[in-house]
């Protein structure tokens, strides 16, 4: 098992980056929405503002916010429902501590300078709390919907990278697909740390090599352990043959937490239904084998939110915290 001990930190990009990323152990966070929810024209999420203080309080390590632009009945998830960055900004300031994550911000839709800009700003406001989880897109219906075109999307993904990399500096200057930055004039704010941290998300149609040289950490999925174990040494393999510092991998976990601590496992869509005591040697697992955050999705979850937060905060948090 990797040694918890180890007094040992990834780069210092911003406040959020070191609080949730340490070499050789795990943390947890929660994905929102905090409940289960049946999507209406009218609809709006009650007591969401309150769930995630509430989270706060009660110690997890982060929040993560998904870029859902349109409900496709199709693939059954509209995602947190509010766009991302204005929900941030609500964050940003009802809250103190916890970080806030994207999971992910779909580049290819999105201009890298409004994407830039927008992050940057709730980075400051809620003063170094921001990671920035990006990805290509999975959903092909989206993409007419902005005339956008879906099988080229890696090439506007790596372009967008390369902007926003660029904005980050003084009076930038870049020539790319998005645009060209001539260095007569800068984007406002700059984030409170050295660059906005960047998380990519799986493939996002690039490289592994690329992957594990652009980004500032690597956002995948769950698999068995003995498969995720795999991908895990593969992309820090790669990292450390780029000759880049050491950086994070987090995953994502659908739970469905179950009252009695030792009820057995059954599979749901990309997790389990378990107690307590599965739920625990499951995370001691995949924090052995590298994976440093953990978002918890409970969007199957059966029981009280409050209930399940709880005894998540009372039974698991304790030993990744």
């Known amino acids: ?13 911003n406040a959020a980056y070191g609080q949730v ?26 007591g969401h503002i309150e769930a995630a203080q509430f989270a706060e309080t009660l110690g997890f390590a982060s929040l ?20 991302p960055f204005v929900y941030l900004g609500a964050l940003a300031t009802a809250t103190t501590r916890i970080a806030l994550g994207t999971s992910s911000i779909i580049l290819p839709l999105r201009h890298p300078a ?11 406001l809620s003063g170094g709390r921001l990671l920035l989880g990006v990805a290509s897109g999975d959903r092909p219906e989206e993409f007419p919907a902005m005339a956008q075109t879906y099988d080229d999307r890696g090439e506007r993904f790596r372009e967008s990278i390369a902007y926003m ?12 697909a998005h645009g060209t930055l001539s260095g007569n004039m800068d984007l406002l704010p700059k984030p409170t740390g050295a660059r906005l941290p960047l998380l990519i998300t799986g493939g996002s149609q690039q490289a592994p090599d690329w992957v594990a040289q652009n980004g500032d950490g690597w956002m995948t999925y769950p698999r068995d352990v003995a498969s995720q174990a795999r991908v895990v040494t593969d992309y820090r393999q790669r990292v450390s043959a780029a000759e880049q510092p ?5 995953q994502s976990l659908y739970v469905d937490l179950m009252a009695e601590g030792n009820s057995q496992p059954s599979p749901i869509h990309l997790g389990f239904r378990s107690g307590t005591d599965f739920l625990r040697s499951y995370l001691r697992q995949i924090e052995a084998l590298g994976i440093n955050h953990v978002a918890l999705n409970l969007r199957f979850n ?10 998540l905060a009372r039974d698991v948090l304790p030993e990744f915290s």
């Open 1 to 13: 098992m990797l040694d918890k001990a180890k007094n040992e930190t990834f780069a210092p990009i």
């Open 21 to 46: 990323f340490r070499p050789g152990r795990l943390t947890l966070g929660l994905v929102l929405t905090l409940d289960v929810f049946v999507v209406v024209a009218n609809f709006f999420l009650l």
């Open 64 to 83: 993560w916010l998904r870029d859902v632009p349109f409900n496709v009945p199709s693939f059954g998830d509209p995602g947190q429902i509010y766009d």
């Open 114 to 124: 409004h994407v830039a800009k927008a992050a940057a700003t709730a980075d400051v």
């Open 165 to 176: 990399r660029a904005a980050g500096s003084g009076y930038p200057r870049h020539t790319g």
């Open 246 to 250: 050491n950086k994070p991998v987090m």
């Open 302 to 311: 059966h029981r009280p939110i409050n209930e399940t937060l709880e005894h």
